[in-house]
Every structure is written in C-alpha cells, then in structure tokens.
C-alpha cells in the first residue's frame, strides 16, 4: 500500500529565496506532522493538524515558516526567505489520530 | 519538558555479538514509547510501540522492553543488514497534540 510521500525529495536554494515542500499523507490518516531533522540529531517537532485544524506550531523557529494542510489532505510547508540554518531534512508523518505516526522518505533542504 | 536521552551514541558490533540500547525518559505522563530504525537518507521505520511499564514486544531479532524511567532495545545474534540508526521517541498523555519528542539516536554498526 502507499506510505507517506514527498516532495522533491531534494531541494537546493540560494538565501534568502522562498521554498515549498509537499506531504501527501496515507489515506485516511487525520492527523499530519512535520518534523525538522538536523545532521547527526533526532526529528524535532514543527506543527501538527487535525484534519484541516493546525492545533500546534509551537515548534515552527520563525514566522518565516508557514504550513497549511487546506482539505485535510495534502499539507505544504513553507519557508520564506530561507537562511543557511534552515538546512536541514523535513520529514512529514501521518497517523490516525494518536496512534502510530508513519514517516515519509523526507526533503532535504540545502540552502546556499 | 519532555526529554529523551539514548546510549550509547554509537554501538559497533560483531555479527552474533547480541546487546542493547537505552533509552532514558522524563515525560508527563506516558502515552506511549515508540522506536523507529533509521536508514542513511530515509524517514524513520516504524518498529515498535509500547504503552506501560512491563509491556515486551520482540519482532526477530529485536525486543523492546519498557520500565517507568526508561526502555532497552535488545539485539539478539545482529546480522550486518540491523546496522542503522535507532530512533527512541516519547508521546505524552494529556491535551490534544500527539507530537513525538525523539533523542539522538543510537547508530549501530555490525560487521560480518
């Protein structure tokens, strides 16, 4: 069956250009995370949705970061005016309610 | 804040050479422990979830165990194709946000 996917799976930006990364969840998964995942260090929370509900962003690091999942499907993480401390994989999981999250391939972002 | 802190860091092993993993945590309130394998430039791979103190689950070679303070990941006779990274994540109860809190990571290597 599907698992979550991603995209692209790598993406490389100049400073200061605007990126969006694309999870599409396994069907009938209600709730969707993003992770960010520093080299050498465990997944770190960023936000969380309930459907279409973000019901967390306490994890996102700047309001240059912005995600939507607008019909509770298809979720997109946005970062604008990216820094090189942004470099890092996002991963996107999905699980059924609070149950076992399941993980995507990831995004590595590169910014230069 | 919830906290989760594996050892070792990294772990080299001879094939056959059975061992185990930490996994130490402070969470308020235990929803749930889980453990993912991490491949070089994959997500994490779901492996295992449990939910109070005394639960054991094993699939092959590996077995998880779970006490208040923390969980053990059990390698029995590895072969080279467990080398990777293992991934120990902590849900907490109460609220609405599911999010997993991770460690580090404890990177395994068997050698034939």
């Known amino acids: 069956g599907a698992g979550v996917s991603q995209s692209p799976r790598y993406k490389v930006a100049k400073r200061g250009q605007d990126v969006a990364l694309r999870c599409d969840p396994i069907s009938g998964h209600v709730s969707l995370f993003w992770y960010q995942q520093a080299l050498g260090q465990g997944p770190e929370f960023l936000t969380y949705?309930?459907?279409?509900?973000?019901?967390?962003k306490s994890g996102l690091p700047s309001d240059r970061f912005f995600a939507e999942r607008p019909e509770g499907s298809v979720s997109t993480l946005k970062i604008q005016r990216t820094q090189q401390e942004d470099s890092a994989v996002y991963l996107c999981?999905?699980?059924?309610?609070?149950?076992?999250?399941?993980f995507g391939p990831g995004t590595r972002l590169t910014v230069l | 804040e919830d906290q989760v802190t594996q050892s070792p860091e990294a772990l080299r092993l001879q094939e056959g050479e059975s061992s185990s993993l930490n996994c130490s945590y402070t969470?308020?309130?235990?929803?749930?422990l889980f453990w993912y394998r991490q491949d070089p430039g994959k997500g994490p791979e779901f492996l295992f979830t449990l939910y109070s103190a005394g639960e054991e689950k094993e699939k092959e070679r590996l077995k998880a165990t779970l006490t208040k303070k923390e969980s053990f990941l059990h390698i029995t006779a590895p072969k080279p194709e467990d080398s990777a990274t293992y991934l120990c994540a902590v849900q907490a109860g109460g609220g609405s946000n599911y999010k997993l809190t991770f460690g580090k990571g404890t990177l395994l290597t068997v050698n034939p």
């Open positions: 969470v308020s309130g235990l929803r749930g």
């Open positions: 999981a999905s699980s059924l309610a609070f149950g076992t999250q399941y």
């Open positions: 949705f309930q459907n279409e509900a973000q019901l967390d």
